[in-house]
Nanobody, 118 residues
Framework: QVQLVESGGGLVQPGGSLRLSCAVS????????MGWFRQAPGKDRKFVGH????????YYAEDVKGRFTISRDNAKNTVYLQMNSLNPEDTAVYYC???????????WGQGTQVTVSS
């Protein structure tokens, strides 16, 4: 059974950077598309980006494009979300996900809190 465990969240000042990790167990990261999402307080969960299997190509939501980068380390079975130029609007719980059937993502991690504040 696949399990996803996020880590790396915390408090960061505006303009700062964080790197989130999503450790995957039960399968290899290079065979499945992996996604990142976030949920701000009182709001719906929103798509951040994803990385395709094999090719490693990525796709991002418009509000993070150019600031966030998704990558993976197949040897460590881990997917990363590098976040730069953070602003308070990036404050949210960040989740990684997999098992995308073209319509929905069915396997989720527990999330990690990111707070951007001075």
């Amino acid at each position: 059974q696949v399990q996803l465990v996020e880590s790396g969240g915390g408090l960061v000042q505006p303009g700062g950077s964080l790197r989130l990790s999503c450790a995957v167990s039960g399968r290899t990261t290079n065979n499945y598309v992996m996604g990142w999402f976030r949920q701000a307080p009182g709001k719906d969960r929103k798509f951040v980006g994803h990385i395709f299997p094999r090719s490693g190509s990525t796709y991002y939501a418009e509000d993070v494009k150019g600031r966030f980068t998704i990558s993976r380390d197949n040897a460590k079975n881990t997917v990363y979300l590098q976040m730069n130029s953070l602003n308070p609007e990036d404050t949210a719980v960040y989740y990684c996900a997999t098992d995308f059937d073209g319509n929905r993502w069915s396997t989720w991690g527990q999330g990690t809190q990111v707070t951007v504040s001075s």
